[in-house]
């Protein structure tokens, strides 16, 4: 499931959805199925997933660091959060190192800060 912000026309609340199709995009205020997603300007990641980035330094004792970055291209990465327990728990932690970034290929962490962030890829839809 891919979480997305999505706006209903009919009563014009705003909702985090988990996922983009039905029964999961029905406005959890009114229940109407006419909600649209929102399109955010590209900022640093709020939740787990793959994302389009440019990698511009490397996380300190990365192995070849000084060769892979500046990345001369886009990659796709994938976040995740660097957090076990209970999540309301989350919000004392550290923001810097709350999100984990894996880059194929690199075996050692990388942090939000090292990346020019690109769009978020939904998973794809299969049956």
């Given at each position: 499931?891919?979480?997305?912000?999505?706006?209903?026309?009919?009563?014009?609340?705003?909702?985090?959805?988990?996922?983009?199709?039905?029964?999961?995009?029905?406005?959890?205020?009114?229940?109407?199925?006419?909600?649209?997603?929102?399109?955010?300007?590209?900022?640093?990641?709020?939740?787990a997933?793959h994302?389009?980035?440019?990698?511009?330094?490397?996380?300190?004792?990365?192995?070849?660091?000084?060769?892979?970055?500046?990345?001369?291209?886009?990659?796709?990465?994938?976040?995740?959060?660097?957090?076990?327990?209970?999540?309301?728990?989350?919000d004392?932690?550290d923001?810097?190192?709350r999100?984990?970034?894996?880059?194929?290929?690199?075996?050692e962490?990388?942090?939000?800060?090292?990346?020019?962030?690109?769009?978020?890829?939904?998973?794809?839809?299969?049956?």
């Open positions: 499931m891919t979480p997305c912000k999505r706006k209903c026309w009919q009563c014009g609340n705003i909702a985090m959805h988990e996922d983009n199709i039905v029964p999961h995009v029905n406005c959890k205020k009114c229940g109407s199925q006419d909600t649209r997603l929102i399109r955010e300007k590209p900022g640093k990641p709020s939740h997933g994302y389009w980035a440019l990698w511009l330094t490397a996380s300190p004792g990365t192995h070849e660091g000084d060769q892979l970055t500046p990345a001369p291209e886009w990659e796709v990465v994938q976040v995740w959060e660097n957090f076990i327990g209970d999540p309301c728990e989350a004392g932690v923001e810097s190192e999100w984990g970034v894996s880059v194929a290929g690199v075996r962490t990388q942090w939000l800060e090292n990346f020019k962030w690109g769009a978020f890829i939904p998973e794809p839809f299969t049956h």
